[in-house]
């Protein structure tokens, strides 16, 4: 498996309801299904005949495939084959379970050693005097490193996203500790003044000096946090899910406090971010489809200002691979922005 | 190759007019001609430059290719080339022959081991006083076998032709008698109350118990017969084709005898049989997109009530390696419907 | 690689303006792009993160990358990295260069061992008194080999070109001189009377012989020149240029002097030139079809009358696989038109 073990967000709360809902995790077809102990996933195939279960229906409790009936309980067990006289449950008609759970409006999934799925989910921070929180999701046809990286990567914000983010003119130096431990990276940078761009002026029209940190968390949150004073905070929790190679599902919650009323701000940042999102979603497909065109394989010259793509792509490789992580450190980057 | 070889239908007969016809039999793309001496079908590909023989036509007899005008006979020998001075006919310009005959409103065409075309094609049953006979076709995105087991699956019907054809309320105990020999099996369900959904009732108002026979003839041929009292029964051939893997086309000669008139039967059984088809066809087009999700490997799990289905499979696949069928034998199952 | 090394037009010179342009040649992803010293082609691809660079911009004579804002000279030297504090020009930041050139309207690229692209592309014959050129292209699902043979084949005329072109009677023997070198190969068509078909009774109405010679040239050109009397000639420079397997583009220049005036000649020659090429396109696409549903081998019968395709095939094979060209010779054929 070419991707870290641990959750992924498989589905939103809101879209599983009383149907099964079949979605594709790191390349493992999966059923969701929700009964009164909670939500559950199974391997969405029937064990009989290899139908989808999420085709099926719930009914009592349970999951009945749309093909020849069979049942299943949450736990993957079978608990009737109609039409056969005597028991229907054993072991090897039991289709497959993954562990599931429910945190923060998302249903997750794990992924990978089955037998013991580390303790939770990443939770979202809690921005204390939030004024709302904006989710936005899409599709990226990209591999999940290259979107963590583009999405923690500030120096293509003033050329990919010139104007509207930040400018590109490079006028700025600044300086960036940088940390990586077993699980995670991150790069805080420090005397920035505010962006120039279009976001930058909204949330602060009268400027200011940022804080502003970016961090990876295995396996499979990127998360940028603004502060602006007292008053104006932005933390944006990119929670990505590999559907198959070269294809992710990205959901950003976008938490926010600023001196600007909330209902400006929520459509502001709706469209704002679709803006953003559309240009990132554009530029990696494009990346996504040259890497194939040249044969699949990334070559890619780095800088000392690719602060963190690649010790994400390190810290992702060694735990796919099931290797020790790479050894902790801090180190500094200086930066024109 | 994944198909038993013996012979299978290629087109109807009223398909094949003065054209040639282009179709894909078991992997191999042929061209059926007919001439005065009946119909012939070659490999499609002109042995010269590789073009399909049916983008060509029929004049004086010969098919002549649509690129240089090579002219064949319908046993495949090259009979003329344009702009060559001297004589045309060589081994190596003949377009390769397969075995080819016409019966029952097909034309049938011989896959396998050419040296010994079996006999003949299987030839449809006469029913006795049949009012009529209804063709319904349609291509499925199925492997062959997986199209075969589903038509002669009675456990399906309650469920995915719910209420069309079969109830799933299964409170009926039948005996099932099955026989298996070296290029058939079938099974012959005793005590069958008239199935309670729409069609048992249109057949038999007013009940009964139905004598039914599933069958499976090697290589292609699934045939359900239902019999209530004297007056009516309901013989359905299918004829199946596969096309490449994971598509096969489905032909189904239905022949009737009722105590309803024709003119009534025959519009019914054309929009319920098309129907329950388009069921078949949907699910099963899941099933093999499901497969093909999970590696492209079937691992099913079977019970004692997919009493033909794992059968026909293992003489599909023992005759598809050229392998010894597995040996004859009868038994009984007992089945809830 | 398939392909003979050498040069192949990549573009039109009106094509390429201040925008950089993309294109795949002979498999290969390149970008175009003109400053003041000319037409430069780099591997389409920023060695930085794989962005292609034709999804950039020109700004101050430099190629600018979409994602990052990296900067490449004409000769791939990277000359700037935003952010970076330091020199950005080092060795491994170098966009990976191909030779490229501009002449006869074409920007031309040269594939295969860059360490020395041989001489010049071919240049395109002066018709003297030439009234004009018409230029035609079309993208082919073809091998290129495939695309070359059909046009400089004779026999097909009369069948794929039935009427348009010759009649495909077969009436007249004509005899041909055939030579091959190094590095082509070409056949001298003695004493064929004018075509019967549309395209000849516009260009000769009264008739008379026809001086016809079919070359080919290597990696990619295909030559065909017509003259009658001292007034009618025609030379259609075919120059092919794979893209990728199975896909080539094929652009046509069609040189005409003729006693009909110009005005007339010049739609004449666009219209059927595209019938011509519209057959063409269609016949080749089938034959690649169907030589991929026959297994992707092309087995191939020909006979004395196939008289440049097996000799132009075996120069491209050749000189792809980098062996000692097929020994020189000449001889003669004759062939029914």
Redesign the interface.
Known sequence: MPWAPGWYVACRSDELRAAPLGR?VAGV?VVLLRDEAGVHALE??C??????LS?GRMTGGEL??????WRFGGSGACRA?????GDAQRL??AATPHSACESDGFAWVHVGDEASPRAQPFALPVVEGAQGRVDLEAVVEAEIE?AL?NIL????T???HRGLFRS?A?RN?VDVEVRRDATSCEAEFHGEPRPEGLLGRLLAPRGGVVRHVDRFVLPCVAQVEYALGEDTRLVVTHLLTPIERGRTMMRHAISFRTRVPAALMRPAIHVLGRWLLAQDVR?LA??T???A??GGV?????????ILGPHLRALIRSAAAGMPPPPSATWRV????
């Open positions: 594709v077809p969405d195939r064990p009989h005949r290899g139908m989808p085709a009945e495939c749309a093909y020849h009936g084959i109609p039409g056969l006289v090897e008609r290259d990286e990567d500030v120096p293509h003033g050329f990919l590109g490079g130096e530029a494009r990346v489809r040259n890497d065109l040249f990334q070559r890619h010259v780095s800088t000392k200002i690719d200086r930066l024109m922005t």
